[in-house]
C-alpha cells in the first residue's frame, strides 16, 4: 500500500526566504506526483504536475523535483511572500488505475 | 474554463435524510473519483469511476454511492447520513496527466 510522508508538518518563516517542502513515498511504481496548495476551507489548486519521467518541473518561484528510484520529491519555493501562506499537499498518482495517494500536507505560514 | 463543479458548497443536514452531492466537469475526463478530507485524517479516495456505467470503491466506500450514467457528471449520494459522514468532500476529475478538484461540499450531519 501506497503511503506519502511530508515533512516538515508545519514551517513559520519570515518574508523572502527561500524554502524547501519534502515528500517521501513508499511505492517508487508511480505514474506522476502533483503538488497542490490549499487555503483553508478551500479547495486544491494544482501548482505543478511532474511525470515519471521526468526530474523536475517549474513555475514562477516553484520548482519541484522528482527522485523516483528514491521515492522522494522536493518542493522549492523560492523569495516567499506573505501570499504563499497555504498547507501544501503533495499527491503521488499510482500506475494501479491512476490513484492519487495524498500526504498530510505542511502548513507553511509566511509572515511579514 | 476547464474545471469541476460542485454544488452544494455547504450543506446542514439531519441524521437519516438522503442527500445527493452534484459532481460536473468540461472536461471531457473519463476518470472521476470524490475525496473526503477530515483534520488528522488527510485525503481519502471514497469511489472512483473510469467511465461512464464503470465505478468502484477507494478506500472509504461505507455509506456512499455513485452513479455515472454521463461521462461529466458523477453524484455523490448519501441514502442515510450518519454524523460521522459530517466532513469536507471534493470531486476531482483527471488521472495520469493530473487531477483537477472541485472547491469542496463542507457537509454536517447533525
Known amino acids: 500500500k501506497q503511503e506519502v510522508t511530508q515533512i516538515p508538518a508545519a514551517l513559520s518563516v519570515p518574508e523572502g526566504e527561500n524554502l524547501v517542502l519534502n515528500c517521501s513515498f513508499t511505492?517508487?511504481?508511480?505514474?506522476?506526483l502533483q503538488w497542490f496548495r490549499q487555503d483553508p476551507g478551500k479547495g486544491l489548486t494544482s501548482l505543478l504536475l511532474i511525470q515519471s519521467s521526468q526530474r523536475e518541473q517549474t513555475s514562477g518561484r516553484l520548482n519541484a523535483s522528482l527522485d523516483k528510484s528514491s521515492g522522494r520529491s522536493t518542493l522549492y519555493i523560492a523569495a516567499s511572500q506573505p501570499g504563499d501562506s497555504a498547507t501544501y499537499l503533495c499527491?503521488?498518482?499510482?500506475?494501479?488505475?491512476?490513484?492519487?495517494?495524498f500526504g498530510q500536507g505542511t502548513i507553511l505560514t509566511v509572515h511579514p | 474554463e476547464a474545471q469541476v463543479t460542485q454544488n452544494p458548497r455547504y450543506l446542514i443536514t439531519v441524521t437519516g435524510k438522503k442527500l445527493t452531492v452534484t459532481c460536473s466537469q468540461n472536461m471531457n475526463h473519463e476518470y472521476m473519483s470524490w475525496y473526503r478530507q477530515d483534520p488528522g485524517l488527510g485525503l481519502r479516495q471514497i469511489y472512483y469511476?473510469?467511465?461512464?456505467?464503470?465505478?468502484d470503491k477507494g478506500d472509504v466506500p461505507e455509506g456512499y454511492k455513485v452513479s455515472r450514467k454521463e461521462k461529466r457528471n458523477f453524484p455523490l449520494i448519501l441514502e442515510s447520513p450518519s454524523p460521522n459522514q459530517t466532513s469536507l468532500y471534493f470531486c476531482?476529475?483527471?488521472?495520469?496527466?493530473?487531477?483537477?478538484f472541485g472547491s469542496g461540499t463542507r457537509l454536517t450531519v447533525v
Open positions: 511505492d517508487s511504481a508511480i505514474y506522476n
Open positions: 476531482a476529475s483527471g488521472k495520469n496527466y493530473g487531477y483537477t
Open positions: 469511476s473510469m467511465n461512464v456505467e464503470v465505478t
Open positions: 499527491a503521488v498518482i499510482g500506475t494501479s488505475y491512476g490513484k492519487l495517494t
